[in-house]
């Protein structure tokens, strides 16, 4: 849908909107208020300075630039009223009509579909005129635009033409967001559609680190708990099976129970112990796995055990449990698993023995009494411990050894008695 200068939208009339602008003089303060009626269209209202607005006549066109385009704003012509606009905010630029052409013009940049330039005209607000009275406002037109984006409005250059958007426009406007207005309501619902667009992008690092951001920078925020809910959906989202790392697994099984801990009483916290049981029956499952392998293909039932009872800590009421219950009893049975194909030709491999452990960890253990203490002078003496054959003296070069020692790169040299 395109707009052309010569199509009227009909717009409801804005309430008073009043601008204060504070100037602290030496002697006194003076506040202006800018005011836009429909019958007689922008004031300046207060006590204000010639200095403070600019001289006469620059107020008076000023003024007859806002009134111009706030009248083409209204009868649908948002071209016109954009090149009035932009005459305020390009000649008057250190007047009070600047921040307000700046952030009228935002919003009809926004009615356009023409978000970039709507975002401009919000950083301009922001790092032009930071005393700007209506910041609240500023910050939500900035979200606004955003918001549009990720709801799918259709992007126009120079508001006729339709165009692609980006996701990384739309996180990068969210961003700004948060930055320009850290402590605002706006900031937590800016990371959290953050987070969702990053998932739905698969730029799940992102998504962890805007959810992340939630959890520690605004833990009072109405989001904080859908914040921990989603970090362990999208760790949800990451398994592949009981076959694959379990790391999202463990992750998705932490976030659940700090959800179901934290926040017992929401509304989602059912669906939060559906997904902590099919997590933690995931988990054990994988251990169950193992568990068979070892049962299965290695002749191995008390390693077997050892996976078996530990599915059985993770999730005791899933069916991976008793499973894991079901090879327990065929290993106190004394139950040997069916042959392999590699069984029938190569026969079972051979089951390990407690004894064969025993006697390896005697061959590995060292006897500590064949260490005595001695003092550091003895212990040089001997060679480090280990003998004067293996270790000889040191000593430093220096004189006409230098030269040796650069050539040689080395700090230390054996003397020729030494070396004997």
Same mark, same amino acid.
């Given at each position: 849908?395109?707009?052309?200068?010569?199509?009227?939208?009909?717009?409801?009339?804005?309430?008073?909107?009043?601008?204060?602008?504070?100037?602290?003089?030496?002697?006194?303060?003076?506040?202006?208020?800018?005011?836009?009626?429909?019958?007689?269209?922008?004031?300046?209202?207060?006590?204000?300075?010639?200095?403070?607005?600019?001289?006469?006549?620059?107020?008076?066109?000023?003024?007859?630039?806002?009134?111009?385009?706030?009248?083409?704003?209204?009868?649908?012509?948002?071209?016109?009223?954009?090149?009035?606009?932009?005459?305020?905010?390009?000649?008057?630029?250190?007047?009070?009509?600047?921040?307000?052409?700046?952030?009228?013009? !935002?919003?009809?940049?926004?009615?356009?579909?023409?978000?970039?330039?709507?975002?401009?005209?919000?950083? %301009? #607000?922001? %790092?032009?005129?930071?005393?700007?009275?209506?910041?609240?406002?500023?910050?939500?037109?900035?979200?606004?635009?955003?918001?549009?984006?990720?709801?799918?409005?259709?992007?126009?250059?120079?508001?006729?033409?339709?165009?692609?958007?980006?996701?990384?426009? #739309?996180?990068?406007?969210?961003?700004?967001?948060?930055?320009?207005?850290?402590?605002?309501?706006?900031?937590?619902?800016?990371?959290?559609?953050?987070?969702?667009?990053?998932?739905?992008? %698969?730029?799940?690092?992102?998504?962890?680190?805007?959810?992340?951001?939630?959890?520690?920078?605004?833990?009072?925020?109405?989001?904080?708990?859908?914040?921990?809910?989603?970090?362990?959906?999208?760790?949800?989202?990451?398994?592949?099976?009981?076959?694959?790392?379990?790391?999202?697994?463990?992750?998705?099984?932490?976030?659940?129970?700090?959800?179901?801990?934290?926040?017992?009483?929401?509304?989602?916290?059912?669906?939060?112990?559906?997904?902590?049981?099919?997590?933690?029956?995931?988990?054990?499952?994988?251990?169950?796995?193992?568990?068979?392998?070892?049962?299965?293909?290695?002749?191995?039932?008390?390693?077997?055990?050892?996976?078996?009872?530990?599915?059985?800590?993770?999730?005791?009421?899933?069916?991976?449990?008793?499973?894991?219950?079901?090879?327990?009893?065929?290993?106190?049975?004394?139950?040997?698993?069916?042959?392999?194909?590699?069984?029938?030709?190569?026969?079972?491999?051979? %089951?390990?023995?407690?004894?064969?452990?025993?006697?390896?960890?005697?061959?590995?253990?060292?006897?500590?009494?064949?260490?005595?203490?001695?003092?550091?002078?003895?212990?040089?003496?001997?060679?480090? !411990?280990?003998?004067?054959?293996?270790?000889?003296?040191?000593?430093?070069?220096?004189?006409?050894?230098?030269?040796?020692?650069?050539?040689?790169?080395?700090?230390?040299?054996?003397?020729?008695?030494?070396?004997?």
């Amino acid at each position: 849908m395109c707009y052309c200068s010569d199509i009227k939208i009909m717009f409801k009339i804005s309430k008073k909107i009043v601008f204060f602008v504070s100037v602290v003089f030496a002697y006194c303060a003076t506040h202006a208020d800018l005011v836009w009626t429909a019958d007689k269209g922008w004031q300046i209202q207060g006590g204000v300075l010639a200095n403070v607005i600019g001289d006469a006549s620059t107020v008076s066109n000023a003024i007859e630039a806002m009134n111009k385009a706030r009248e083409a704003q209204e009868e649908g012509r948002l071209r016109n009223a954009l090149s009035y606009y932009k005459v305020v905010i390009s000649e008057y630029p250190e007047s009070i009509f600047a921040p307000e052409a700046l952030y009228q013009s !935002g919003q009809l940049y926004l009615k356009r579909g023409q978000f970039s330039d709507a975002y401009e005209c919000v950083e %301009k #607000i922001v %790092k032009q005129y930071p005393d700007y009275p209506h910041f609240n406002k500023v910050i939500g037109l900035e979200y606004k635009v955003a918001s549009d984006m990720q709801a799918g409005k259709t992007y126009y250059l120079w508001g006729w033409f339709p165009w692609f958007s980006s996701y990384k426009d #739309i996180i990068k406007y969210y961003e700004s967001v948060v930055n320009n207005a850290p402590y605002s309501d706006y900031a937590p619902i800016a990371l959290m559609n953050i987070a969702l667009i990053s998932e739905d992008e %698969k730029e799940y690092d992102s998504a962890f680190d805007a959810l992340e951001r939630i959890i520690n920078s605004y833990p009072d925020s109405i989001f904080t708990s859908d914040a921990y809910l989603q970090m362990a959906k999208v760790y949800k989202k990451l398994v592949n099976g009981p076959e694959y790392d379990q790391n999202p697994t463990k992750n998705a099984i932490s976030f659940f129970q700090d959800y179901t801990i934290l926040y017992p009483k929401q509304a989602e916290v059912a669906d939060a112990e559906e997904g902590l049981e099919k997590m933690q029956d995931t988990y054990a499952r994988s251990r169950l796995i193992i568990g068979n392998f070892f049962y299965y293909y290695r002749n191995n039932g008390a390693a077997a055990s050892i996976f078996y009872n530990e599915t059985i800590t993770i999730a005791p009421k899933s069916s991976a449990a008793e499973e894991a219950r079901s090879q327990l009893k065929k290993i106190d049975r004394g139950e040997l698993p069916p042959m392999t194909p590699y069984d029938w030709f190569f026969g079972r491999y051979e %089951k390990p023995s407690i004894d064969q452990f025993e006697d390896e960890s005697k061959v590995r253990l060292l006897n500590n009494e064949a260490f005595d203490a001695m003092s550091a002078e003895a212990f040089i003496e001997s060679g480090g !411990g280990f003998g004067t054959d293996v270790y000889k003296p040191l000593t430093p070069v220096y004189g006409e050894g230098l030269g040796d020692y650069l050539f040689d790169d080395g700090f230390f040299e054996w003397t020729e008695q030494e070396l004997k």
